[in-house]
């Protein structure tokens, strides 16, 4: 679950509890740190759960949607998918099919290609499958923790299949 926060007219906030913000719910749990992000990727932070969140200094009229990811290790390496950035839902499961990785080490990938099912395991990446239209290009966003930087990995749907592996330890894309 990647929760979204809205904020509006927030002049002088300073910073809000995860409790102020309604994180506090026990389903939304499922990580112990996220990165948080707006659209262009501009003012990411680093949240730990319990931690307070830097609320932006917002004027009258304006306002933000901060998305939060949460923050994954494989390999050793910290990392959150940030999705498609361009979209009002940046993550969903009507784009994003299919998402493996085991033990933080391994990763098994499931790839589909005209009616054949191939299984490959790959160690220390991750994998993404999505849903689209053919000669769609679709733009994925990562957070390395690591290396406090974002990568962007881009893939066109052919025969309405896009497939991409995004490796932490060397915040890339294949």
């Known amino acids: 679950m990647f929760p979204i926060l809205f904020f509006s007219e927030t002049s002088d906030v300073g910073n809000a509890s995860w409790k102020g913000l309604g994180m506090d719910d026990p389903d939304l749990a499922n990580a112990d740190s996220y990165v948080a992000y707006n659209s262009n990727a501009a003012a990411v932070q680093l949240v730990t759960r319990g931690d ?3 609320v932006p200094d917002l004027n009258t009229d304006e306002f933000l949607l901060m998305m939060m990811a949460p923050v994954w290790t494989l390999g050793g390496h910290e ?13 969903s499961n009507d784009r994003i099919k299919e998402l493996s990785f085991l033990d933080g ?3 098994k990938i499931t790839m ?12 220390s ?3 993404f499958k999505f849903q689209g239209s053919d000669g769609e290009v679709v ?5 390395s ?16 299949l896009c497939s991409m592996i995004y490796d932490p330890a060397s915040n ?3």
């Open 52 to 54: 307070e969140v830097v």
């Open 79 to 91: 990392f959150a998918l940030l999705g498609e950035l361009k979209k009002i839902s940046p993550v």
């Open 105 to 107: 080490q391994v990763v």
């Open 112 to 123: 589909e290609v005209r009616q054949l099912q191939h299984n490959t395991e790959i160690h």
């Open 125 to 127: 990446c991750s994998h």
């Open 139 to 143: 733009d994925i966003d990562f957070f």
């Open 145 to 160: 923790v690591d290396e406090n930087s974002s990568k962007t990995c881009s893939c066109t749907f052919k025969s309405e």
């Open 172 to 174: 890339s894309c294949a």
